[in-house]
């Protein structure tokens, strides 16, 4: 019985001392900005050489000013389509929409079509407030 609460004990202990504190008590950042979901099909050559591509074109898009963030995603059942999307959080529709006439990025695209193909048309979403 000794045993039994001695062991009770440190692990009440060992509970208080490594408690952390609930994550849903930390304030969560405010989004902002305007999120471009693109869905993108590998096609003709290699997964790999459509992921060159895809990083390629990727490659331009982070160069752009009002870019908040980005990232390129594979969808885990390669046999489903989009095969992968890109998510891009930009500060506001106008950056976004410089990107898409920047002669850099449409040469992008054409550099590496055979590679990569936009399955539909890019979403656009924005924070519900």
Request: hydrophobic share 45%; aromatic share 4%; no cysteine.
């Amino acid at each position: 019985m000794i045993r039994r609460q001695a062991f009770i004990a440190t692990a009440l202990s060992l509970a208080a001392i490594f408690s952390v504190p609930h994550a849903s008590a930390q304030p969560k950042p405010a989004l902002e900005g305007t999120t471009i979901v693109i869905p993108l099909n590998a096609i003709g050559a290699s997964r790999e050489a459509s992921v060159k591509s895809m990083q390629a074109i990727a490659a331009v898009i982070r160069k752009q000013p009002g870019l908040i963030d980005e990232v390129l995603m594979e969808h885990k059942n390669p046999a489903n389509k989009p095969s992968h999307v890109h998510v891009m959080r930009w500060r506001d529709m106008k950056n976004w929409e410089v990107v898409i006439v920047n002669p850099e990025f449409q040469k992008a695209l054409q550099a590496h079509a055979t590679t990569v193909q936009v399955q539909d048309a890019a979403g656009v979403y924005t924070p519900v407030k």
